[in-house]
């Protein structure tokens, strides 16, 4: 069974940087694609990055780019967030599914992590 285990949410200011983790076990294919997604109250659940084991970084949502980073390390897929901005707070989710041949932006979300809280004070 996938098993997606999240760290690294907290609240910092406007401006401020946190790192978020997705940890993956569990799996058995050899590629995957783990995308990190966001909800903020009141409003859709959005894809913000997403990476593959295979062919690196997917997709940046518009308004991230230049602030965050995905990365990975072995099983472990990052978000690095620089200046951060009220707009970003949000609950934050990792999702894997196993790479397909074709290439693909995103995950559908077959496993979830648990999410975690960003929050940006002003």
């Known amino acids: 069974e996938v098993h997606l285990v999240e760290s690294g949410g907290g609240l910092v200011q406007a401006g401020g940087s946190l790192k978020l983790s997705c940890a993956a076990s569990?799996?058995?294919?050899?590629?995957?694609?783990i995308g990190w997604f966001r909800q903020a109250p009141g409003k859709e659940r959005e894809a913000v990055s997403c990476i593959s084991s295979r062919d690196g970084v997917t997709y940046y949502k518009d308004s991230v780019k230049g602030r965050f980073t995905a990365s990975r390390n072995g099983n472990t897929a990052y978000l690095q967030m620089y200046n951060l901005e009220s707009e970003d707070m949000a609950d934050y989710y990792c999702a894997m599914d196993e790479s397909p041949l074709e290439y693909i932006t995103c995950p559908v979300g077959h496993t979830w992590g648990q999410g975690v809280v960003v929050a940006v004070s002003s």
């Open positions: 569990g799996f058995t294919f050899r590629d995957w694609i």
